[in-house]
């Protein structure tokens, strides 16, 4: 497992896991907009979409997944050395309140107008406002362990978070001499 930087500061970084050609947040954001994907994707999960959402139509399903991938990817991509990425990347768990450890965060839309936005990106903090993005999925339920793709995306989380902690990466500053140590 490697890590990309995404923002020329190093305030935000994405994995590239082991026989992957691109980093995390890349294939998401291709996934996002492939509307292949996405039909098969919402063909095979409608009924958490219908029950959940109650939508029942997979093309305005897949409308509103391109609609908001865009936003999201302006929203990460487009972010200014002034921004705050805490704003941005919020707990994974709402119950918890204090930063832990290589915490698991999440990042999704605010403010959308047609319904809660169901696409999250997934990061391991390294500390205030410094993250490295492990995942995303397309989150149709109220908890991530009600389906196997959000499972995975639980799994891979863990599995970035045990890398670091067994190189021990726990703050920027290790990140940055770990990193440097590859080149």
Not at 89 to 112: C, I
Not at 134 to 143: C, P, Q, S, W
Not at 171 to 181: L, N, T
């Amino acid at each position: 497992m490697t890590f990309d930087r995404i923002t020329q500061d190093g305030r935000l970084w994405a994995t590239r896991y082991e026989g992957y050609s691109d980093n995390a947040l890349d294939t998401l954001f291709e996934q996002w907009n492939d509307v292949v994907w996405l039909r098969d994707f919402f063909k095979a999960n409608l009924d958490d979409l219908i029950s959940y959402f109650k939508i029942t139509d997979v093309n305005e399903a897949i409308y509103d997944t391109i609609e908001d991938s865009e936003r999201l990817q302006c929203l990460i991509m487009d972010i200014s050395p002034a921004a705050d990425l805490d704003k941005i990347f919020r707990p994974l768990e709402n119950s918890r309140y204090a930063d832990v450890l290589l915490g698991k965060e999440k990042a999704r839309l605010q403010n959308t107008v047609r319904h809660a936005s169901w696409l999250r990106i997934y990061a391991i903090k390294l500390e205030p406002g410094i993250y490295v993005i492990t995942g995303g999925a397309i989150k149709l339920t109220r908890t991530m362990q009600e389906r196997e793709h959000t499972l995975l995306e639980l799994g891979k989380m863990e599995k970035v978070r045990n890398f670091l902690l067994e190189q021990r990466v726990v703050d920027k500053d290790a990140f940055i001499d770990y990193m440097s140590e590859l080149s």
